[in-house]
């Protein structure tokens, strides 16, 4: 296998990863770099970081080592490093308690009602006059506030 990049030369501390963080941005910056190239290659490093971290053999490979440290808390190559829980999650279908049931009913309708509304009033475009059909009383309902922002987004081929 070819090394792309060794592991060696990611950075392990703080002040490391400070230090190249800053490097990248002043290279793409100040014109050594295409900023949009160094924008590529951080979405790839993401893919990489994702796949290997999401992958099920490193972590039973990297729980496994752990372990060998004989402790739950113990401090590994410049990092403190826990064993631990993590993700717990319950799961509530099978209690049968038929008041938790009748709660979740209403609010999965609620839910459904608050996005009905919702894109009602995004096609909302200017004030408007409404009769609230519960008081009788006239409003003015007004167009919800959208924000967004410009971005560069990639997508890696092949």
């Known amino acids: 296998m070819s090394e792309l990049i060794q592991l060696g030369q990611f950075p392990e501390t703080k002040t490391e990863i400070a230090a190249l963080t800053a490097q990248l941005i002043e290279t793409a910056i ?86 009905a509304f919702e894109k009602y009033l995004q096609a909302v475009d200017e004030p408007t006059q409404f009769i609230n059909p519960e008081t009788g009383e006239e409003v003015t309902i007004y167009p919800p506030v959208k924000t967004s922002s410009t971005a560069v987004t990639i997508t890696i081929n092949k």
Do not use: W
């Open 30 to 115: 100040g014109g050594e770099e295409s900023p949009l190239r160094v924008q590529v290659q951080m979405s790839a490093l993401e893919q990489v970081i994702k796949g290997v971290k999401d992958s099920k053999e490193f972590k039973d490979a990297v729980l496994s080592e752990a372990e060998r440290y004989g402790t739950k808390t113990f401090d590994a190559f410049n990092s403190k490093v826990n064993i631990k829980e993590v993700g717990v999650k319950y799961d509530y279908s099978m209690c049968n308690h038929p008041q938790y049931d009748a709660i979740c009913a209403k609010v999965e309708k609620l839910t459904e009602k608050k996005k």
